[in-house]
């Protein structure tokens, strides 16, 4: 991910935030069914926070998904305050880059936002998601209450089913979150013809359209 490895990763063809990966599903019966009438919104929102790679994948992924209100790429999971990208990126802050989902639970579950999760990064790979390797790399869920703490062991119990290997996905409580610097925020949709865009995000990101057209928003 880091700018500076850029065009060597697009002239190689690298995969990185996990582009080429077999496809996974989890049985859609697990989810939470979709009517032809869409829910009414609850005016109620939840938090959910994950780590699955490249920031910048994730956030473009679930910005589409309808009940998402809101997106944020930071870091979670360190021992300094207000960490930068550079820090970070050095492995020696302890943090994950993560994004933070705002949601209308009444539109999509907590559940439904963690099964998504089990298939649109590699839960199996540890600390790394395709060429991106590093601590901060890593796949991990941190629960904002009991309530999401189960659901999230639980739906990863069930993620097993989709994967050969074991999954090494960190299960653990949220403590704080730094919102990264601007130009991270909504960086697919602000950076489209971006090679690193172009190359590895836009694949993944079509994919997931793909595959869950009926939870996109219109």
């Known amino acids: ?15 990185a935030c996990g582009a080429g990966q077999p496809e996974k599903s989890i049985s859609v019966s697990n989810m939470q069914s979709v009517t032809q009438e869409a829910p009414a919104p609850s005016g109620k929102t939840e938090i959910a926070t994950l780590g699955g790679g490249c920031f910048w994948c ?3 992924i679930y910005q589409d998904l309808k009940g998402v209100l809101k997106v944020e790429s930071g870091y979670s999971g360190g021992h ?3 960490p930068t990208y550079k820090e970070v990126c050095s492995g020696l802050t302890g943090h994950a880059e993560v994004i933070q989902v705002t949601f ?14 089990f298939t649109v990064h590699d ?8 060429n991106d390797s590093g ?36 299960i653990s409580a949220f403590e704080k979150f730094y919102k990264a ?21 836009a694949p993944k990101v079509k994919k997931f359209r793909e595959k869950y057209k009926d939870r996109l928003k219109q």
């Open 1 to 15: 991910m880091k700018l500076s490895i850029l065009f060597a990763l697009v002239a190689s063809m690298g995969i």
């Open 58 to 60: 994730v956030e473009a």
């Open 80 to 82: 300094i305050d207000n």
């Open 104 to 117: 209308d639970p009444a539109i999509i579950s907590y559940a439904d936002i963690l099964h998504i999760f």
């Open 123 to 130: 839960p199996t790979t540890l600390n790394r998601q395709g």
């Open 135 to 170: 601590t901060q790399y890593r796949s991990v869920i941190y629960y904002h209450s009991e309530e999401q703490r189960k659901t999230a062991e639980a739906v990863k119990i069930e993620a097993k089913e989709a994967w050969d290997d074991p999954i090494v996905t960190e």
């Open 181 to 201: 610097e601007d130009y991270h925020q909504n960086y697919f949709k602000d950076n489209p013809n971006q090679g690193y865009c172009s190359f590895i995000i």
